[in-house]
């Protein structure tokens, strides 16, 4: 099955600053990655994704890059601000019903 | 800010209990998931329906039993819950089998 690999587990960044997470998965068959970014006492919500057929996606401050030869997909975020502060997961799912996360990284803008 | 609600938001339960978590998605989707979120750990899928249908079982426990009565509504009934399956249970819903929309989740401890 597809494995998915989230690195770092945790990231501090200065306000202002850009922030990088970077996902890896192992199965060439999945084709759509979600971003979600979950607030403490929240859900996980949908804030990015990108399919296999395009290398980049960019949401304002928010931009997504794939890379199907390496099998890796990175989220961006330039100007991070403190409400940016929480933890971000990336995904990966072959359009079925099966996805796979990763474990997390936690996200601390500091003001 | 979502449409799917999760009741109730906290539950402490004993091994001996029975209770039941509900789910409720408000986006006229057709597909409905549970997912565990563990510290440290990715989200675990357990459940997906489909029109109704339990298309998905992710070799979860017996203890753990889903009803989905329509396409709205999404129940998890749990019983003799062992200390370890203390978690955050997530609820999901889509129209498509991709771009999910979580619900805020029910933290359970089992005690």
């Known amino acids: 099955g597809e494995n998915v690999e989230q690195h770092p587990s945790t990231l501090s960044v200065q306000e202002g600053d850009s922030a990088v997470i970077k996902c890896t998965y192992s199965?060439?068959?999945?084709?759509?990655f979600p971003w979600y970014k979950q607030e403490l006492g929240k859900g996980p919500q949908l804030i990015i994704d990108?399919?296999?057929?395009?290398g980049e996606k960019k949401d304002q401050r928010i931009a997504v890059t794939l890379n199907k030869t390496a099998k890796h997909f990175s989220l961006h975020i330039t100007e991070t601000q403190p409400e940016d502060s929480a933890v971000y997961f990336c995904a990966a799912s072959d359009t079925g019903n099966q996805f796979y996360f990763g474990t997390g990284t936690s996200l601390t803008v500091i003001p | 800010e979502t449409g799917v609600t999760q009741t109730p938001r906290h539950l402490v339960m004993g091994m001996t209990n029975k209770k039941s978590l509900k789910c409720e998605q408000h986006?006229?989707?057709?597909?409905m998931y549970w997912y565990k979120q563990s510290a440290k750990k990715p989200l675990e899928l357990m459940f997906v329906y489909n029109f109704k249908e339990q298309t998905e079982n992710n070799s979860v426990p017996s203890r753990f039993s889903p009803e989905c009565p329509n396409s709205s509504h999404l129940f998890l009934h749990l019983h003799t819950l062992q200390p370890e399956d203390s978690a955050l249970y997530l609820c999901?819903?889509?129209?498509?089998?991709?771009?999910?929309?979580f619900g805020p989740g029910t933290r359970l401890t089992v005690t």
């Open positions: 199965d060439s068959a999945s084709n759509y």
């Open positions: 990108i399919r296999s057929n395009v």
């Open positions: 986006l006229g989707h057709n597909a």
């Open positions: 999901a819903s889509s129209q498509d089998p991709d771009e999910q929309y």
